[in-house]
């Protein structure tokens, strides 16, 4: 579904990824991790189109990334960045029915069908109750919420996420990572999540790439890749992994200096 080659990009003359190959297959749960500065953010926008590659390939399911226009990279993959501002004051049921516009044949959405898959992304998310109500005028929290919803309508085969619930509380970030859980396993979505947040990662994603200087420093099996030698390499911060009683996941412990 994903897949880049010796991947070099970044800004002006300065280089943020570096030679990243990795790959994404169907119906994957991926976490991308790692410090401030290592070319997690700089991945999403290559992916997503945002920014060309300066050298290397990026595809999406098959397809060079460059080589889609905007309206077929959006039927393929669905993208909520971290700070999902919209500075005009759309209600928010409006900014979930734009998620439906990559499959209109115009700018608007008036048949039955798009109602009810954005119906079902706002019950999902549990954003109904703000259907009515501005985007500018809603919590941070909130606002995400709207964004997941929209990028749910959108009914992509590929949903990527850069920080998409930092700004939620606990129940919220356990409720959206939860619904994203079903939707792989029962649906096949394929998500790939870039997380600062170790053991959010280590719940629900069944894959981790880290990510350390603009390179892949590990790609594996959770259960693989999260040690404590990968983490103290990583974040240069010791780490004790333990699993959790009954669950059969571990989660993290980073110890101070």
Not at 18 to 31: E, K, N, Y
Not at 86 to 92: A, D, I, T, Y
Not at 229 to 255: D, N, S
Request: hydrophobic share 45%; charged share 25%; aromatic share 4%.
């Amino acid at each position: 579904m994903i897949r880049t080659v010796d991947l070099t990009a970044g800004y002006g003359s300065r280089t943020v990824l570096d030679g990243v190959s990795l790959q994404v297959r169907a119906g994957d749960f991926v976490g991308v991790l790692g410090p401030n500065g290592s070319g997690k953010t700089t991945l999403v926008r290559v992916l997503s189109g945002v920014l060309p590659p300066q050298s290397g390939r990026a595809e999406v399911m098959g397809d060079a990334v460059g080589s889609l226009n905007p309206k077929e990279r959006a039927r393929r993959m669905a993208v909520v960045a971290q700070d999902g501002e919209v500075r005009f004051p759309f209600s928010c049921v409006e900014v979930v029915r734009m998620g439906r516009y990559p499959h209109q044949r115009s700018w608007r959405v008036d048949h039955a069908a798009d109602e009810a898959v954005v119906q079902s992304a706002m019950e999902a998310t549990d954003t109904l109750a703000l259907a009515r109500r501005a985007i500018t005028d809603v919590s941070g929290g909130e606002r995400q919420r709207v964004m997941m919803a929209r990028a749910l309508s959108q009914a992509t085969p590929i949903l990527l996420l850069d920080e998409a619930t930092s700004s939620m509380d606990v129940h919220r970030k356990l409720q959206i990572f939860s619904l994203l859980e079903r939707r792989n396993r029962e649906a096949g979505l394929t998500v790939v999540a870039v997380l600062h947040d170790v053991n959010l990662a280590a719940w629900f994603c069944r894959r981790l790439i880290f990510l350390k200087d603009g390179e892949v420093a590990r790609q594996g099996a959770t259960g693989d890749v999260l040690t404590p030698e990968t983490l103290a390499m990583v974040y240069r911060t010791e780490a004790v992994v333990q699993e959790i009683p009954g669950t059969g996941r571990v989660q993290v412990a980073f110890l101070p200096s």
